[in-house]
């Protein structure tokens, strides 16, 4: 039986999905393609947290697509906005259309001698095994498993008894008005949950290990509001996304050179919001340097309102074991809870879980290096769509999709089939992926593809750098093997 073929197919329908249709369609518009989505709804990331509070830290001038330009001065939102927004630009660009759901891709594997790729998928909805063919295959899955997210081991679980909620699967009906809530973890979903908790419960502590470096940003961009006054949005729009790329990029090199002056600088910075006698070297002098981790973003310092008005409070300690009331931790003390949210994390995973293979041979994602951020060595006709870790994901995300685009493109102009990068040199310095040390970083960081340590295997955490290099980039790359037909 013939299987159904389409020129390029997207996994996932969340930014990146959403992006790659609409940049298809823009530039590519000869192109047939579908995006195929596990879940039974779009927005990915936008669409599966509900935990109270959820929230961009970064601002939406960089968050949103350059074609569809963020209007307003708010640049920090709630994630039902983002959600909006991106349903709204799935609706308006027709991708809503291209989108099957419940469609989860378990396993694709290439043909050189068809140049097309076979793609295995589960369908949700019937349990059902289905196939289809592609040219190229355009992964657009996150960085992290849906189905799971990280919890360490906590002893005494089954004695405690009060509610243990992961942020992840927050429940819908939870009810913790009043409630003595302990939040485990010090990253960016523990300080978002925090503030909005704390509006309604009866006190929450934020109970972390170590902590991490925050940093409070107005929640309304000043400048753009002013921009928006006296500009038509045209013009302000790409003065206050590139401000806003510069400013992101100034605080990430300026805490990279100056790693001591940064640590100051936030240390002041904290100091001044926090009530008077509270200990902030135990609390929020963190053990690493600034940017060894994502910084912390809190709009307009929420958190540190809800600490100094009484409704949160921090411990730094480690937890020795559950009890039936509470935590008790290393220090002696016994932190009485009702409901636990364990914000330790997310699990990562490379490319939705895809088993990828080339000619039979399985590709082994550890041991290869990735090109220009978007492509994997030795693996033909395939591109992944990944943003930054310092910026907006969409920023990273958006060029690849638009370099995906001259790629396809070039391939149609030459008569090309395939495109594989190689690697320049097995003796190059093969360097992790991303260069956070963060523990859901490290404890995945192995199964992804390595960088390599200079152009074009090399991606930096820098957009204006990288948007400069992808642009002028010729498409016909020494690292690049391009053929007319399959048999490469
Ligand atoms: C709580 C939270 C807050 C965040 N805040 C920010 C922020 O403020 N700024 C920022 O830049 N980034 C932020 N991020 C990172 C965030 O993931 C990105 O902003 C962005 O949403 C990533 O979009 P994506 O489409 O690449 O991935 P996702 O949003 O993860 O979407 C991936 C989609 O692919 C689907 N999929 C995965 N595997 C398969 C498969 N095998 N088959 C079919 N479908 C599959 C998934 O179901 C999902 O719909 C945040 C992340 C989290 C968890």
Request: with cysteine.
């Amino acid at each position: 039986m013939a299987r159904e073929h389409v020129d390029v197919l997207i996994v996932g329908a969340g930014l990146s999905g959403i992006g790659a249709g609409c940049r298809l369609q823009q530039r590519c518009p000869g192109k047939s393609f579908a995006v195929l989505e596990a879940r039974g709804a779009i927005g990915g990331t936008w669409d599966l947290f509900r935990f109270p509070g959820v929230r961009s830290d970064s601002d939406m001038f960089t968050l949103c697509y350059p074609f569809r330009p963020w209007s307003g001065s708010r640049a920090i939102v709630d994630g039902s906005s983002i959600l909006d927004y991106l349903r709204q630009t799935a609706r308006e660009h027709g991708i809503e259309q291209k989108i099957r759901f419940h469609h989860r891709v378990v396993g694709a594997e290439w043909s050189s001698g068809d140049a097309r790729w076979t793609v295995e998928v589960e369908r949700g909805a019937t349990g059902e095994t289905v196939h289809l063919t592609c040219g190229f295959l355009f992964t657009c899955t996150g960085y992290y498993r849906y189905d799971e997210g990280h919890t360490p081991d906590l002893e005494g679980v089954e004695r405690f008894g009060g509610e243990i909620v992961h942020p992840q699967f927050w429940p819908e009906d939870i009810d913790y008005g009043g409630k003595r809530v302990v939040v485990i973890g010090s990253g960016a979903t523990a300080v978002t949950l925090i503030p909005a908790l704390a509006r309604r419960a009866g006190h929450v502590t934020m109970l972390q290990r170590s902590p991490s470096y925050i940093i409070a940003l107005p929640a309304i961009d000043p400048i753009a509001g002013l921009l928006g006054h006296i500009l038509p949005k045209r013009l302000a729009y790409p003065i206050v996304r590139w401000k806003n790329v510069q400013l992101a990029l100034a605080i990430y090199n300026f805490s990279r050179r100056r790693p001591a002056g940064m640590r100051r600088l936030l240390r002041r910075l904290l100091a001044r919001r926090l009530p008077p006698g509270f200990d902030v070297d135990t609390h929020f002098n963190p053990r690493y340097e600034p940017w060894d981790q994502r910084m912390c973003i809190v709009p307009d310092g929420d958190l540190f309102d809800a600490i100094s008005d009484g409704r949160a409070s921090v411990v730094t300690d480690r937890i020795e074991t559950l009890t039936e009331r509470g935590l008790a931790l290393a220090a002696g003390a016994e932190l009485e809870a009702d409901l636990i949210v364990t914000a330790t994390g997310l699990e990562m995973v490379p490319f939705g879980g895809i088993r990828l293979s080339v000619d039979e041979r399985d590709v082994d994602l550890g041991a290869a290096l990735v090109y220009r951020g978007m492509q994997i060595s030795d693996v033909p006709n395939m591109a992944f769509a990944f943003g930054y870790t310092n910026q907006s994901w969409t920023l990273g995300a958006d060029l690849t999709c638009e370099h995906v685009c001259k790629l396809l493109n070039h391939m149609d102009r030459r008569g090309y089939a395939t495109c594989t990068p190689r690697h320049p040199d097995p003796a190059l310095a093969a360097v992790p992926f991303a260069d956070l040390t963060s523990g859901y970083v490290l404890r995945a960081i192995d199964r992804f593809p390595k960088q390599g340590s200079e152009d074009p295997w090399q991606r930096e955490q820098n957009h204006a750098r990288n948007l400069r290099s992808m642009r002028k980039a010729p498409i016909e790359d020494p690292a690049l093997e391009f053929a007319a037909s399959g048999g490469v």
